[in-house]
């Protein structure tokens, strides 16, 4: 059973820092990683994906992936009041497996 | 549609009543994803549909839990005699082709049972 794990949080980070969320997955076959963003209330957001080892870049968000560690990681620059949001890591599986098995989110604070 | 529509947002039952939850997918979108989320919890996988059928049935937690998706568009989660225990948000997303796991959510059908 592919697991997907991440820590709850709360992480509060000061406004215009780094903020640092970080996923941990079971399969060690899995093939595409995924970062989605969940305002109170509302629904997951897709922000990022990422499907080979490295650094992936798309504005203020940084997606990291080692696959030999079984680690992937969310950066975000600059965090803004508008970033607090529960952020849900996402993860497929092989054998062409395109569902994806959720974490149970991290719950992140940008105070002012 | 410009997004995946979830009816209703809301929907309040009694213990052992049978509900109905529709989702309207991203036109031309082929796959469909049924999970359900729980208070300070992640989305969990309900059933997977390409086109009309159901790929992947695996998450239903047991046999009151039943989806279809008759002409490849819009899809009906349904729930027969109804437990406190299924009280949740069921989330509803679709994808271009089911090719790549980027799912777009719809805004949720929140139930409860009471």
């Known amino acids: 059973q592919k697991e997907v794990e991440q820590n709850s949080g709360p992480l509060s980070v000061p406004e215009g820092a780094i903020a640092s969320l970080n996923c941990t997955y079971s399969?060690?076959?899995?093939?595409?990683f995924f970062w989605y963003r969940q305002y109170s209330g509302k629904s997951p957001e897709l922000i990022m994906s990422?499907?080979?080892?490295g650094d992936k870049e798309d504005g203020r968000f940084t997606a990291q992936l080692n696959k030999a560690s079984q680690y992937v990681s969310l950066l975000i620059r600059d965090s803004q009041p508008s970033d607090s949001a529960t952020y849900l890591c996402?993860?497929?599986?092989?054998?062409?497996?395109?569902?994806?098995?959720f974490g149970r989110g991290t719950s992140l604070i940008v105070h002012p | 549609g410009a997004g995946v529509s979830q009816t209703p947002s809301n929907k309040v039952t009694e213990k052992g009543k049978y509900v109905e939850l529709r989702c309207d997918p991203i036109?031309?979108?082929?796959?469909l994803y049924w999970y359900r989320q729980s208070l300070g919890q992640g989305p969990e996988f309900l059933i997977y549909?390409?086109?009309?059928?159901?790929?992947?049935d695996s998450g239903l937690p047991n046999d009151r839990f039943f989806a279809v998706r008759p002409e490849g568009s819009v899809s009906t989660l349904k729930i027969q005699r109804t437990e406190r225990g299924d009280s949740a948000v069921y989330l509803c997303?679709?994808?271009?082709?089911?090719?790549?796991?980027?799912?777009?959510f719809g805004e949720g059908s929140r139930l409860t049972v009471l």
């Open positions: 997303a679709s994808s271009l082709d089911g090719d790549t796991g980027e799912l777009f």
């Open positions: 399969d060690r076959g899995s093939q595409s």
């Open positions: 990422i499907y080979s080892n």
């Open positions: 996402a993860v497929n599986g092989p054998g062409g497996s395109y569902i994806p098995t």
């Open positions: 036109s031309g979108h082929t796959a």
């Open positions: 549909f390409q086109g009309t059928g159901a790929a992947d």
